[in-house]
């Protein structure tokens, strides 16, 4: 039987005894290991009743059984719905419930919490942690390390992942087995990655980056990955010799620049560092390639369309921008009220079309309708421009755009400036309720170790690049950023924060 997904990612490595996951207490884990537990848990899912089609919920522990159970899922045709760990039993109620997933997986220690959940959403509930132990994993001890994988087409879905939802509900993008597939098979090629590469693997894996990107192009390739539960930079270091390559979200490669030992001879061996899920800071490019001589590839995706653009792999890998429109994908630059393109240069809203864009938005169709166009082109929500040589940058999101007095701002330009001044590590710019304009701009800064900022100055010295409009009318200083766990800056909850500063 046909089974795209399954098939190209993980059955074609049956059998070999070559590596997967190298573990932090030094054991390995081959392929053929890895898709005997895959099969048995594909036996426990269709004994607990799971048909293709079903959802399954996952609040689990990164280990290589979650892994696991991701594999049995595309073996059975059950649709697999990673959630964040550290989402709360009435956030994960949420997701059952609007899901309609048969069966939710969780650790152990939230069993209790998440009983009278699963009893509402008549969903069952079994456990299975971080080492693989629990009621799930006890289901499967007895199974056979064979299964009959499920007949699935390249359109049937594979997985659903939801939107973080700082805007109102979450919404759940539902993802095929093409999307998946071609996006593995672009980015494998596109970063030349192959067999003999070793990932270092320290994201989480309910997450477009550590799931979809990482594992399924390491497996695309039939490499094998470093899996590592989390980012701990004394295990970084210590394994990074045995890695070829490594992706990461900013705040990995910002933590390894504050450690000496993290060096050009530590890094001698790496053939790549891929960045993404928040944008990188100027600075942070430049250091590193000062410190280790490589250049962080910074690339840009998002949850409903897995990645869309990169820097080149040979080529200039410019800082602050994304790079170019992977192969297969279109990009284009739009006005947000006409939906027209604007010419080149022009900030406006990104719109992507290709093989990777997601089939819509589960139980919400008029969603689906406001955001994917009829002719295939996902409004993404996020701004940007392209600039003369081809190089899209990502200039905020469209909800973020401050607009003061009639006036566009977009607070990308302003935090460029601010970034750059004395004793400013990074900074944030938002706008906030005004009662004469509307909306005016708040700047909110982190400072450098140890460092001061002199708002005053940094106000007059950004006064002579910026037209008073854009100008913030209030500096704060804070310790550091709100972020998700990818991450990224919510803005949203800097906005609750300081959204009385000219109301109150």
């Not at 008549?122 to 299964?147: I, K, M, N, V, W």
């Not at 504050?258 to 928040?278: E, K, V």
């Amino acid at each position: 039987m046909a089974n795209p997904l399954y098939d190209t990612l993980f059955g074609r490595h049956a059998g070999q005894d070559t590596p997967f996951l190298h573990l932090p207490d030094g054991t390995t884990l081959s392929h053929d290991a890895f898709l005997q537990t895959a099969a048995r848990y594909a036996h426990t899912l269709t004994d607990l009743g799971l048909v293709p089609g079903d959802r399954l919920a996952v609040q689990i522990e990164k280990s290589p059984e979650a892994l696991a159970v991701y594999a049995a899922c595309a073996q059975t045709g059950v649709v697999f719905l990673p959630l964040n760990t550290a989402y709360t039993a009435d956030e994960v109620a949420y997701f059952v419930d609007n899901s309609g997933a048969k069966l939710l997986l969780c650790d152990p220690s939230r069993q209790q919490a998440l009983v009278p959940i699963a009893k509402s959403c008549a969903a069952r509930l079994e456990t299975l942690d971080s080492d693989g132990a629990g009621t799930f994993a006890g289901l499967a001890t007895d199974h056979p390390t064979q299964f009959d994988t499920s007949d699935r087409g390249a359109d049937d879905l594979a997985a659903f992942l939801y939107t973080s939802g700082t805007t109102g509900r979450s919404k759940g993008a539902m993802l095929s087995q093409a999307n998946l597939l071609s996006n593995a098979e672009t980015l494998t090629d596109y970063w030349r990655f192959t067999a003999d590469d070793v990932l270092l693997h320290a994201l989480p894996i309910f997450h477009t980056h550590g799931l979809f990107v990482a594992t399924n192009v390491t497996l695309m390739a039939g490499g094998s990955m470093i899996f590592l539960p989390k980012f701990d930079l004394d295990e970084m270091i210590a394994q990074m010799p045995r890695a070829t390559a490594m992706m990461g979200v900013p705040t990995f490669y910002t933590r390894l620049l504050g450690d000496d030992r993290f060096d050009s001879g530590l890094t001698q061996h790496m053939r790549l560092f891929i960045s993404g899920s928040a944008p990188l800071l100027a600075e942070t490019h430049v250091e590193f390639e000062a410190r280790t001589g490589h250049r962080i590839l910074e690339r840009y995706g998002m949850t409903e369309t897995n990645m869309n653009t990169s820097n080149p792999y040979d080529g200039e890998r410019r800082a602050g921008t994304v790079g170019f429109a992977l192969p297969g994908v279109e990009l284009k630059i739009t006005d947000p009220a006409t939906g027209d393109s604007l010419p080149q240069g022009e900030i406006g809203q990104i719109e992507v079309r290709g093989p990777n864009v997601f089939q819509g938005y589960w139980q919400m169709p008029e969603k689906t309708a406001e955001e994917l166009r009829e002719d295939g082109f996902f409004i993404t929500g996020d701004l940007g421009q392209i600039d003369a040589d081809g190089y899209v940058s990502i200039v905020g999101r469209n909800k973020d755009l401050i607009i003061s007095g009639g006036y566009n701002i977009y607070p990308k330009e302003i935090e460029l400036l601010l970034d750059e001044q004395p004793g400013v590590q990074e900074s944030a710019v938002i706008g906030v309720p005004h009662p004469d304009f509307g909306e005016t701009v708040v700047g909110v800064l982190v400072p450098q170790s140890g460092k001061t900022p002199d708002l005053d100055a940094i106000a007059r010295d950004i006064g002579t690049s910026l037209a008073r409009f854009k100008q913030p009318r209030k500096l704060v200083v804070v310790p550091e950023l709100p972020r998700n766990t990818m991450g990224k800056v919510q803005k949203n909850l800097l906005r609750d924060d300081y959204g009385d500063l000219f109301t109150a």
